[in-house]
């Protein structure tokens, strides 16, 4: 079990930045387990759930199309703490964005956890 607890979201202009923090917590049972990956997806009505940024064990990293070269994904490893960087905000960044950790159990197996979501909003 790993809870995902995020913060950092809210209103900002176009043009704008935010900086989105998601810390991730183990219990007692998921501490021996390795997370591997953390990412961020956002979410606007209508449409699915679409990937924004991913950060893997060793900092390999993976931006959508429309994020790249404004967003920057990073994490404390030894805190299984997530960040996303967004800078040069546009109204079609507004969204609900979820944060996402993927535990690795030996030897092959991928657990995905999910946070509630944090609204960002990029409006004049």
């Known amino acids: 079990q790993v809870q995902l607890v995020e913060s950092g979201g809210g209103l900002a202009q176009p043009g704008g930045s935010l900086r989105l923090s998601c810390a991730a917590a183990?219990?007692?049972?998921?501490?021996?387990?390795?997370?591997?990956?953390m990412a961020w997806y956002r979410q606007t009505p209508g449409n699915q759930r679409e990937l924004v940024a991913e950060?893997?064990?060793?900092?390999?990293?993976n931006y959508a199309d429309s994020v790249n070269g404004r967003f920057t994904i990073s994490r404390e490893n030894a805190k299984d703490t997530v960040f996303l960087q967004m800078n040069s905000l546009r109204p079609e960044d507004t969204a609900v964005y979820y944060c996402?950790?993927?535990?690795?159990?030996?030897?092959?197996?991928?657990?995905?956890?999910w946070g509630q979501g944090t609204q960002v909003t990029v409006s004049s």
């Open positions: 183990k219990n007692r049972d998921s501490r021996r387990f390795n997370i591997d990956t």
């Open positions: 950060i893997h064990t060793g900092g390999v990293t």
């Open positions: 996402k950790a993927v535990m690795t159990l030996p030897p092959r197996l991928e657990l995905p956890f």
